[in-house]
């Protein structure tokens, strides 16, 4: 029953025409890709594009249309996911699907078929202890799934897979959650084992540089149709680009102008505990000044999610002070709008919307409890806020079926649009952003970049908290580094270096 | 000093004998909805399920001479309210809490009127193991007549905890309590593993409300449970969901809630009623003293509607 290691080689996938309809909808249309054993295979496609519906084909979530899944060479019948899982296919979701408190051992053995009635934790731990010795990397066994970092989770995720014997692996966008170096860490395992033979993998990516260095070949979707692929050899970013979004232009990002001014928020000697109780924050001096975008790299973990509660008042600090234009702040609704301080959390929907109410109900949270004096109101006025809804969608191109629809039911992309909108109208002289471009498509991500760099042109002071490293690159005036929850380097961008950065990320400096 | 009289010693041996008998039903009551809050439902209505589990169990006890078949009747009547609420709240859009809540009524509502008749009569008791018969102190022999149902709940405490830690059907339950996509994923059905849990936690609060009828306080009146359905769910996050410490916490609620007639026996008299609110008090302080305003409960279920 040792599971992961009866039959160790690689199986190639191929789909003949496939097709698949919902409704009038047609979401994939007569796609055919081929991934040979034993190859990295990469599917590039913008949102939207086909690339879920055909992997949720293959894995039997969905039944095609029409069309049919070879494995091997041979036609194969998959009605559901247990079958692909019979036939070695596996996947690995964009988000995890560990369970948070079982510790990494548990989540193995309970996700095997054949786990044992009464689980004879000795023999288990042998078991896994001798799997682990076999593979290029692992991660602590008996830690509870929710104590591990997002990259050591996205590595379990894959020791599952390869635990369970899978030797076909579709992986969805696995480096989402992770920073640029666990990201090239753990493509950099999966490439060890598709040359080795072991697992052929199909690889669901938006980001270029990862497709290039790890992939061997490409296959490229828009609009539910394969496009173009081949050899990642003979593409380049631009032909994959071009391949990828059509003839649609591209949004550069804005120029940068004009000058730095005085400091907006000043940060001196905070000091709080993590989200774990167990490690301190420490921040001892952090300026930004007015019409820069001071950029915090690092890796995830190490304080930055902290850093933003603080800042935006939902973590309390036991000793130093925040200063915004001088004054005392404690991020109450009163001083962010007296300040004009503005906030763009990560997960946006999560951090800050109320899903369940409507789009127009969500874009006038800054404004629905102020009357044209700049005064408290008693009585809503909805035809207002519809007026300023249906403007902020126009204007920052939401795109939603109704002003009226919940913002749940809106993309990942335009969550962010419509956040961002409600966010930098009116006057914004402080704006505190996490991870702005997580999981979007990059249209999406090079459009939401431009708006941050009009707000700093305009005259705003940004801080951008960012666990991608190109994203600070590309916006930053002065990048910082953070770890082990204090800043431990800073540089202007002019200067920067990306080893020594990385250097300093990593702790090792 | 004559040889019964020990005086302020009675103190605290009235305490412990008190906790190990008013404990008892709390212990029932909260590992089984240990087990079904581990599954990530909560089952409120444990309170009906107790009057009618102790009704119940009076009732087959007196009709048969047997306790032992009233507490197996019981424990039949637990399951079945606790099978309802599981089977209604896998309906879509129904609120665990509220079918919990109004179940609650129901049962207590059913209890009474199918319990009118026995009022009256008398039903035999449950058996205890006397402990304490190398004293010849008749306090001590008191303290430590230990009934069936204690050492019975202590070892089913003892097997859940070690169920959850290391059989399939341990981690089965946690997995869906933690995370209903991860449970659907791993080819779990949730509703199922809830159902049951919920029927198996049902049965031991009715068990719970056995003991209450045949033992201790031991006859069947309107007034015969004071809460201890609806203190065993508090008991159950004060134990932080993990059924070896729900002994210790339903002991410690056992003895506070001893210390009113404990005191009462040498004769304080002052203040007694506010020492049956002790137990409360207690649960209070703790809960307030183990609290933490910016970290998540430790232990909890994730999928249980309370913490999401």
Request: hydrophobic letters at 45%.
């Amino acid at each position: 029953m040792k599971a992961g290691r009866k039959d160790k080689a690689a199986i190639g996938v191929e789909t003949v025409g496939m097709t698949m309809r919902f409704g009038a909808f047609t979401a994939l249309d007569n796609v055919s890709i081929k991934v040979k054993a034993g190859s990295f295979h990469a599917l590039l496609g913008e949102n939207g594009a086909g690339k879920s519906t055909l992997v949720k084909c293959i894995m039997g979530f969905y039944h095609p249309t029409s069309g049919q899944i070879m494995i091997e060479g041979r036609e194969v019948e998959i009605p559901d996911p247990r079958t692909a899982h019979a036939h070695g296919l596996g996947m690995v979701y964009q988000h995890f699907t560990l369970v948070p408190s079982l510790t990494a051992a548990e989540n193995l053995v309970i996700s095997r078929d054949d786990a044992p009635e009464m689980i004879d934790w000795r023999r288990e731990n042998d078991n896994l202890e001798s799997f682990m010795e076999t593979m290029p990397f692992r991660v602590p066994l008996n830690q509870p799934v929710n104590r591990l970092a997002a990259g050591e989770k996205q590595k379990l995720e894959l020791l599952k897979q390869l635990y369970l014997g899978r030797r076909f692996l579709i992986l969805d966008e696995p480096t989402s959650v992770l920073t640029p170096a666990e990201a090239d860490e753990l493509l950099g395992m999966v490439r060890g084992l598709t040359e080795t033979g072991a697992l052929t993998v199909l690889m669901i990516s938006h980001k270029f540089r990862e497709v290039t260095a790890f992939a061997d070949e490409v296959s490229v979707l828009r609009r539910g149709s394969f496009v173009g692929g081949g050899k990642v050899s003979d593409l380049d970013h631009a032909d994959m680009a071009a391949m990828m979004i059509g003839e649609k232009e591209l949004q550069k990002t804005a120029e940068r102008f004009g000058a730095v001014g005085e400091p907006i928020l000043t940060v001196n000697k905070v000091r709080a505990s993590d989200r774990s109780g167990l490690k301190s924050i420490r921040i001892e001096d952090l300026t930004i000044r007015a019409g820069e975008i001071v950029g915090i790299a690092g890796v995830s973990g190490n304080g930055q999610m902290e850093l933003m509660e603080i800042l935006a008042g939902q973590r309390p600090y036991s000793a130093g002070e925040i200063r915004v234009e001088n004054e005392p702040f404690s991020a109450t609704r009163a001083e962010a709008r007296e300040f004009h301080v503005r906030y763009l959390p990560e997960e946006p929907l999560r951090n800050a919307c109320a899903p369940r109410m409507s789009v127009t109900e969500n874009l006038a949270f800054r404004t629905f409890d102020v009357n044209d004096a700049g005064k408290t109101r008693f009585w809503i006025d909805r035809g207002r806020m519809g007026e300023a809804a249906r403007e902020l969608i126009a204007a920052f191109k939401v795109k939603t079926a109704s002003p009226e629809s919940p913002i749940e039911s809106l993309s990942g992309g335009n969550v962010q649009r419509a956040v961002l909108a409600r966010e930098l109208t009116g006057e914004v002289d402080l704006l505190i952003i996490s991870n702005p471009c997580f999981g979007l498509d990059f249209s999406a991500v090079a459009e939401i970049r431009a708006r941050i760099m009009t707000a700093r042109n305009a005259g705003a002071a940004v801080l951008l908290i960012s666990e991608d490293l190109d994203e600070i690159l590309e916006l930053s005036d002065r990048v910082l580094v953070m770890s082990e929850g204090a800043i431990v380097y800073q540089t202007p961008i002019a200067q920067a270096s990306v080893a020594e950065i990385g250097k300093h990320m990593a702790g090792h400096a | 000093m004559n040889e019964t009289d020990i005086g302020l010693w009675g103190v605290p041996l009235a305490i412990i004998g008190g906790a190990i008998r008013v404990s008892t039903p709390f212990l029932l009551v909260s590992v089984g909805e240990c087990l079904t809050e581990r599954s990530g439902r909560i089952n409120l209505g444990l309170e009906g399920t107790l009057v009618f589990g102790a009704m119940s169990g009076y009732a087959v006890a007196y009709q048969t001479g047997s306790p032992w078949l009233g507490v197996i009747a019981a424990a039949i009547a637990g399951a079945v309210f606790g099978f309802a609420h599981g089977w209604m709240c896998k309906l879509s859009r129904v609120n665990d809490i509220a079918i919990g809540i109004s179940l609650m009524i129901l049962g207590m509502g059913l209890a009474f009127f199918f319990g009118k008749p026995y009022i009256q009569p008398v039903a035999p008791d449950l058996p205890s193991i006397p402990f304490g018969w190398w004293s010849d102190l008749p306090q001590v022999q008191a303290a430590l007549r230990i009934n069936v149902l204690f050492l019975l709940a202590i070892v089913v405490a003892i097997l859940m905890g070690r169920m959850f830690r290391s059989t399939r059907i341990g981690l089965m339950v946690r997995v869906v309590g933690d995370s209903t996509d991860a449970a659907r994923a791993l080819g779990f059905h949730p509703d199922r593993v809830r159902l049951f849990s919920t029927a198996v936690g049902g049965a031991l609060a009715g068990v719970g409300g056995a003991y209450l009828s045949l033992y201790y306080p031991g006859s069947w009146n309107e007034g015969i449970s004071s809460g201890q359905g609806l203190m065993a769910v508090a008991l159950v996050i004060f134990a932080r969901w993990n059924p070896v410490s729900c002994i210790w916490a339903a002991l410690l609620f056992g003895g506070a809630g001893a210390l009113g007639p404990a005191l009462q026996s040498i004769g304080v008299t002052q203040g007694y009623y506010l020492f049956y609110a002790a137990p409360y008090v207690l649960t209070l302080g703790v809960l307030i003293a183990t609290s933490s305003t910016s970290r998540a409960m430790a232990g909890a279920p994730g999928a249980l509607s309370i913490t999401k």
